[in-house]
């Protein structure tokens, strides 16, 4: 188990800081440090490399029982990049030269610098990280690399990019690979292309969706590409270490601006494959994130990252700094309900951004962990007690796993896709999908997001959510009916698959292959303001007996009610919600958005349906834990043990925990190796019980069996 702090990005912080702050490290419990080896700093002269402050920082630490991980950061490029490639530069969507300069935050390296597309620019960068791999895979304290930092490549581009010739010639080259040929290509999209010089991509949003969508897939296929370059170059130099990366943010997140098509980082899930695992950034104080949000960006990741590691790669440390403003001071209980919300939901590694405040430009005076915002001493005081319980249980942690989730939520990038190509962001279908998982988390549901073209997870799941579906993929669509068929339950808002992949219409539900297999059709757009002026976004459901007082957004799309229970009718009696059985399983088809209203504003009667939908399919979690206020949590095994998390939010709580005795085994106690107490187990009928006392703000971690 990694419990890490970043420390150096060169020139900062200065050698003479540098004893001073590792002794710091070690007395506060961390156990690795992360170093940023920049292509810029270690490569001054072409062919030159330059390591004496890394190679002392490796041993220095080594000498202090430090672990490190080394940040390769090939994304800033030399000051000779394109003195040296005189055609590096990327040209952006005017056809204008993108002029590269240091970046707002880094003292030393340009960005974006050249286009990776340029192969000598690829052939350059992949030398830097084969002699830094070659270097330090024998160093006797490195515990793994991360390999592309936020999966930057376009940073102070200034525009979209990139059309120079090599990436024109490489996403012509990938339509080809699609399409086989031109006629494929203008049969597919419906075009009367003579000649592969004439296909463009899109230029900008509200232009035709089809060359827009084909340019944002290409650049999400070209992320995972190059990450495959990466990896493959530090794999050859080091066999024997973990290779990992991480963003920004969750793929899930990345809705795009009119700087940035949506995902144009990269898919999560895609990215992966190249990798023994991902991670993601997380800075909670700064963007006002709830732990209800920075669980739903730990478990976007973990999704991804599938059977493979997951990190919280940069974690919050001290007071954020966005130039002269100051956000407020890092306390020390949320950081560590963040560590253990982490390690809970299966992480291997946290680590701070950063161990001491920031030298440089627009992040200098803020963000460390032993910082001065007022609050390191008890933030450091906090990080001992949770360094010493990594020590004693790190072989009972890095063995645990969360218990797998029944419960799933669709995520498709080619909505991302269509809605970027429509109005150069993505908020409706992210902002629907996080509504869900927010109150997921809210009603204390464990759940894995399920990218479109990776549907293992929907083997071990009962039921399944798509907000927002405006594509579903042929072969998504296919495997979505056989979990119906096979006994799932489906929940899905309106308008599914109503697009194809390239955003060309498609008219009914004859048309649409989801829509058509489950017997779902719709009558069309309608506004959410009748002809009188009445609004239409209110609506009642009733399932089961139980009402539920819903609200819609962006549009209604009233339903054909043919062989199906009609559950909810807007005030002008337009069919809202139908019930169907499919095979052995169930659909409820909505008339509207309503993930996306809840993001805007929270409200219990969405939770309760979302609660009830999920209880009638059998995905409850078996293990209940139940607070008198706000709380999170996970479980799972460890070898023959299984482990609790519990984070708590609120004032101090007693908290129940019951279970049937298959989860218990003959355990009569639990220890809670936080509190170092043990607490009683006792059985009632088949259920085990225990209860737990979690004081304010605070975290509980039980083991038992």
């Given amino acids: 188990m990694i419990l890490a702090a970043q420390y150096y990005r060169p020139p900062f912080p200065e050698r003479r800081y540098w004893k001073e702050d590792l ?16 292509w810029s700093w270690v490569e001054p002269e072409p062919g030159v490399f330059v390591f004496d402050d890394y190679d002392e920082l490796v041993d220095q630490a080594h000498q202090r029982g430090l672990g490190v991980v080394l940040s390769s950061i090939a994304e800033l490029h030399p000051f000779w990049i394109h003195r040296v490639i005189p055609d590096a530069h990327m040209i952006d969507h005017m056809g204008r030269p993108v002029i590269s300069t240091n970046r707002g935050e880094a003292h030393q390296g340009l960005t974006p610098g050249g286009c990776f597309d340029n192969p000598q620019v690829a052939q350059r960068m992949g030398a830097f990280l084969d002699v830094v791999a070659q270097r330090y895979a024998v160093a006797p304290n490195l515990l793994g690399w991360d390999i592309w930092n936020e999966l930057r490549w376009n940073v102070q581009a200034d525009g979209l990019v990139c059309f120079c010739p090599h990436t024109l010639a490489a ?71 973990v290779i990992t990366a991480h963003g920004a943010q969750p793929s899930v997140h990345a809705a795009g601006d009119m700087e940035n098509h949506a995902i144009n980082r990269g898919n999560d899930w895609d990215l992966a494959a190249a990798l023994d695992g991902v991670g993601c950034s997380h800075f909670p104080f700064w963007f006002a994130m709830s732990d209800e949000d920075f669980g739903v960006r730990v478990e976007c990741t973990r999704s991804a990252a599938g059977d493979k590691l997951f990190w919280v790669s940069e974690l919050q440390g001290g007071s954020a700094r966005q130039g002269f403003d100051v956000r407020p001071s890092v306390q020390a209980r949320p950081q560590q309900r963040w560590v253990w919300n982490g390690y809970g939901r299966g992480a291997k590694a946290v680590i701070f951004w950063c161990w001491r405040d920031e030298f440089f430009g627009r992040e200098s005076s803020g963000y460390g962990l032993a910082g001065r915002d007022g609050l390191a001493e008890e933030r450091l005081a906090a990080m001992r007690e949770t360094g010493a319980i990594l020590r004693q249980h790190d072989a009972l942690l890095e063995s645990y796993r969360p218990d797998p989730a029944t419960v799933g939520v669709f995520f498709d990038p080619n909505t991302y896709n269509l809605e970027w190509a429509q109005d150069g962001s993505a908020g409706r279908a992210r902002d629907s999908l996080i509504g869900y998982l927010t109150a997921l988390e809210r009603i204390q549901v464990p759940y894995v997001v399920v990218e479109s073209s990776h549907l293992a997870a929907l083997d071990q799941l009962k039921a399944l959510i798509l907000p927002f579906p405006l594509i579903v993929p042929p072969a ?108 052995q399983g169930r659909v409820i088809a909505l008339g509207a958005y309503i993930g996306k209203k809840y993001t805007e504003s929270r409200y219990p009667d969405f939770e309760r349906l979302l609660h009830a939908v999920i209880a009638s399919a059998g995905g409850l979690p078996a293990l209940q834990v139940v607070g008198e206020a706000s709380l999170q949590w996970r479980s799972g095994q460890s070898g023959a043990v299984r482990l609790l998390f519990i984070t708590n939010q609120s004032a101090g709580q007693r908290v129940r925990v019951s279970g049937p005795v298959a989860l218990f085994g003959d355990a009569r106690s639990a220890a809670d190796l936080h509190r170092g107490d043990e607490i009683t187990i006792t059985r009632q009928g088949d259920q085990c019980v225990l209860d737990v006392q979690v004081q304010e703000g605070d975290y509980t971690l039980l083991k038992w069996g």
């Fill in 171 to 241: 996403f012509r080259n990938w339509l080809a690979g699609r399409y086989g040929d031109l006629a494929g290509l203008n049969a597919a999209w419906q075009r009367r292309y003579c000649d592969w010089a004439d296909v463009m991509p899109g230029k900008l949003p509200r232009r035709p969706y089809t060359e827009m969508m084909e340019f944002e897939k290409f650049l999400q296929w070209r992320a995972a590409q190059h990450m495959q370059l990466r990896a493959a170059i530090v794999r050859r130099g080091d066999p024997r270490h």
């Fill in 476 to 583: 998504a669509a296919a495997a979505i009916t056989g979990f119906v068929r096979r006994g799932g339950v489906l929940l899905v808002e309106s308008e599914a698959d109503a697009y194809t992949e390239l955003g060309i219409y498609r008219y009914g539900a004859e048309e649409r292959p989801l829509a058509s297999a489950l017997g779902i059709a719709d009558l069309g757009r309608r506004p959410l303001v009748a002809a009188d002026g009445s609004l239409l976004q209110d609506f009642t459901l009733t399932l089961a007996g139980q009402g539920y007082d819903l609200k819609a957004s962006v549009w209604i799309t009233p339903l054909a009610a043919d062989g199906g229970d009609v559950l909810a009718r807007d005030a002008t009696g337009n069919v809202l919600a139908i019930s169907r059985s499919v095979g």
């Fill in 23 to 38: 002794d710091g490290m070690v007395a506060a419990g961390l156990n690795a440090l992360q170093l940023w080896v920049l």
